[in-house]
């Protein structure tokens, strides 16, 4: 299977790894009803969630991973994005991106716990870092581009050496996931290393031997995310309780306190040449501080999203978020618009509904994020489900499957069906990249795929399946 979809100038793809006929991004994303996916500006591609996205040091190429298990490589130079290239090598969500100095080379990780380096030129991937055993959340690349970090909630940093490709330290003593690490510098060479924890604690470490230095601060609740300032003395921080604000390195304490937000502080966004910092909360709330005197300078409220990821234009007056979005969104900070109609589609397709039925309800927990079944829905992180039943397994036209679909001989009927939320993809179709999940209460499932077969051939949903489902375990 190819590793990356290299798509031309003048063209864009269809959601989610899809191999079909390039299409407008634009129109492709029409079909969701969400008007902002409408907006020529935004970053329109993905075909599940948008956990993170970033921009080149000259604002004119963007990255952004999402839970489709894929990373887009984008030209935003001119009013309207353009895909150059689509990465999906990933066998989970890809919760962090990076250019590399000089914008030629990326790195990416996610919930599979590997760390992938990739030519952004030919779209090859260089090499594939393995060592972590749980989901890898934030990565950090050193000012001279030799080293790379990554967090991950197995509980550990590591250092891995971009040049030798080779492992470099494993740097354990937090008591709980790793959620955030930082490279410090002081006139371009690397001064210092940090990390944050869910424990509430920013700790200090060699990056020679990865021993632990000291503990530089202790907030109490968990700390999501983690920013190095242009003050190498500094360090931004964002907390599980919506805290954020700055912490004086030397002394441990919190210099300037930003005020709160309403949930959890899930990302942060610096721009050093224009002073500028934004905070992103589970709340909805974007926030942009000038670094001059810590004063807030704008505010902009998404009603149907947590911000999962921030980054800021290359002249600082505009800035992405991303969240439960298929795409990610551009705000106009400076000059601010008049009029912001902040417009989404609430409950999403994985949200549940008061109106649901028992089988639609398993269907938006355990399928919708991955997998549309309408016939206008098309392939997301996962292939279209309509006219599934009957259908051969790795057979959906224009979707990048798996080896292990691809050579599979399953035709999904209501017995296979049962038998894969029964034991589990990990039993049913090994090595594909199913999420690893299962139903065991046998009601629960025969609903799920009575749902199935009535949504998938447009026909009315009647009463559960009984064939194949299994016996219940609970």
């Given at each position: 299977?190819?590793?990356?979809?290299?798509?031309?100038?003048?063209?864009?793809?269809a959601?989610?790894?899809?191999?079909s006929?390039?299409?407008s991004?634009q129109?492709?994303?029409?079909k969701?009803?969400?008007?902002?996916?409408?907006?020529?500006?935004?970053?329109?591609?993905?075909?599940?969630?948008?956990?993170?996205?970033?921009?080149?040091?000259e604002?004119t190429?963007?990255?952004?991973?999402?839970f489709?298990?894929?990373?887009?490589?984008?030209?935003?130079?001119?009013?309207?994005?353009?895909?150059l290239?689509?990465?999906?090598?990933?066998d989970?969500?890809?919760?962090?991106?990076?250019?590399?100095?000089?914008?030629?080379r990326?790195?990416?990780?996610?919930d599979?716990?590997?760390?992938?380096l990739?030519?952004?030129?030919?779209?090859k991937?260089?090499?594939?870092?393995?060592?972590?055993?749980?989901?890898?959340?934030?990565?950090?690349?050193?000012?001279?581009?030799?080293?790379a970090?990554?967090?991950s909630?197995?509980?550990?940093?590591?250092?891995?050496?971009?040049?030798?490709?080779?492992?470099?330290?494993?740097l354990?003593g937090?008591?709980?996931p790793?959620?955030?690490?930082?490279?410090?510098?002081?006139?371009?060479?690397?001064?210092?290393?940090?990390?944050?924890?869910?424990?509430?604690?920013?700790?200090?470490?060699n990056?020679?031997?990865g021993a632990?230095?000291?503990?530089v601060?202790r907030?109490?609740?968990g700390?999501?995310?983690?920013?190095?300032?242009p003050?190498?003395?500094?360090?931004?921080?964002?907390?599980?309780?919506?805290?954020?604000?700055?912490?004086?390195?030397?002394?441990?304490?919190?210099?300037?306190?930003?005020?709160?937000h309403?949930?959890?502080?899930?990302?942060?966004?610096?721009?050093?040449?224009?002073?500028?910092?934004a905070?992103?909360?589970?709340?909805?709330?974007?926030?942009?501080?000038?670094?001059e005197?810590?004063?807030?300078k704008?505010?902009?409220?998404?009603p149907?999203?947590?911000?999962?990821g921030?980054?800021f234009?290359?002249?600082?007056?505009?800035?992405?978020?991303?969240?439960l979005d298929?795409?990610?969104?551009?705000?106009?900070v400076?000059?601010?618009?008049?009029?912001e109609?902040?417009?989404?589609?609430?409950?999403?397709?994985?949200?549940?509904?008061?109106?649901?039925?028992?089988?639609?309800?398993?269907?938006?927990?355990?399928c919708?994020?991955c997998?549309t079944?309408?016939?206008?829905?098309?392939?997301?992180?996962g292939?279209?489900?309509?006219?599934?039943?009957?259908?051969?397994?790795?057979?959906?036209?224009?979707?990048?499957?798996?080896?292990?679909?691809?050579?599979s001989?399953?035709?999904?009927?209501?017995?296979?069906?049962?038998?894969?939320?029964?034991?589990?993809?990990?039993?049913?179709?090994?090595?594909?990249?199913?999420?690893?999940?299962?139903i065991?209460d046998?009601?629960?499932?025969?609903?799920?795929i009575?749902?199935?077969?009535a949504a998938?051939?447009?026909e009315?949903?009647?009463?559960?399946?009984?064939r194949?489902?299994?016996?219940s375990r609970?």
């Amino acid at each position: 299977m190819a590793a990356v979809l290299l798509v031309s100038a003048a063209a864009v793809h269809a959601p989610g790894p899809a191999r079909s006929a390039d299409v407008s991004a634009q129109d492709a994303q029409k079909k969701t009803g969400d008007k902002r996916a409408e907006e020529p500006a935004n970053l329109v591609g993905h075909g599940g969630p948008v956990k993170t996205v970033q921009l080149n040091r000259e604002g004119t190429r963007a990255l952004t991973g999402s839970f489709d298990y894929s990373m887009i490589y984008w030209d935003v130079s001119g009013a309207v994005p353009k895909i150059l290239a689509r990465f999906d090598e990933h066998d989970g969500a890809v919760n962090a991106v990076r250019f590399l100095p000089g914008g030629k080379r990326a790195l990416s990780a996610g919930d599979d716990g590997i760390v992938r380096l990739w030519d952004l030129e030919t779209g090859k991937q260089v090499h594939a870092f393995k060592g972590h055993t749980a989901k890898i959340i934030d990565i950090a690349v050193s000012p001279d581009g030799r080293l790379a970090a990554t967090a991950s909630w197995d509980r550990s940093a590591r250092i891995w050496d971009l040049e030798k490709f080779q492992e470099g330290p494993v740097l354990k003593g937090h008591t709980g996931p790793v959620n955030a690490v930082v490279f410090t510098s002081r006139d371009g060479v690397t001064e210092a290393f940090y990390s944050a924890s869910y424990d509430g604690t920013v700790r200090l470490w060699n990056l020679e031997t990865g021993a632990a230095v000291r503990p530089v601060y202790r907030h109490g609740w968990g700390i999501n995310c983690l920013k190095a300032l242009p003050d190498p003395g500094k360090l931004l921080f964002g907390s599980l309780n919506g805290a954020a604000g700055v912490v004086d390195i030397e002394t441990g304490e919190v210099s300037t306190v930003l005020n709160p937000h309403e949930g959890p502080v899930l990302a942060l966004a610096v721009s050093a040449r224009h002073k500028l910092i934004a905070t992103g909360g589970g709340d909805g709330g974007v926030n942009i501080w000038s670094m001059e005197d810590w004063g807030l300078k704008e505010q902009h409220q998404n009603p149907y999203s947590p911000i999962w990821g921030l980054a800021f234009t290359g002249d600082a007056k505009r800035i992405y978020y991303s969240g439960l979005d298929d795409f990610a969104t551009l705000w106009q900070v400076s000059p601010r618009q008049p009029f912001e109609t902040v417009e989404g589609r609430f409950p999403r397709r994985f949200q549940a509904r008061e109106d649901m039925s028992l089988g639609e309800l398993q269907f938006a927990r355990k399928c919708s994020v991955c997998h549309t079944i309408s016939p206008e829905g098309g392939n997301r992180a996962g292939p279209t489900l309509f006219g599934v039943f009957g259908r051969k397994a790795g057979s959906v036209p224009g979707y990048a499957y798996s080896p292990a679909l691809l050579g599979s001989d399953i035709i999904w009927t209501e017995e296979t069906i049962g038998r894969l939320f029964d034991h589990g993809p990990q039993h049913v179709t090994p090595g594909s990249k199913m999420p690893l999940q299962q139903i065991e209460d046998v009601t629960k499932r025969n609903a799920l795929i009575a749902y199935l077969k009535a949504a998938s051939t447009g026909e009315k949903e009647s009463g559960p399946a009984t064939r194949g489902a299994g016996k219940s375990r609970e």
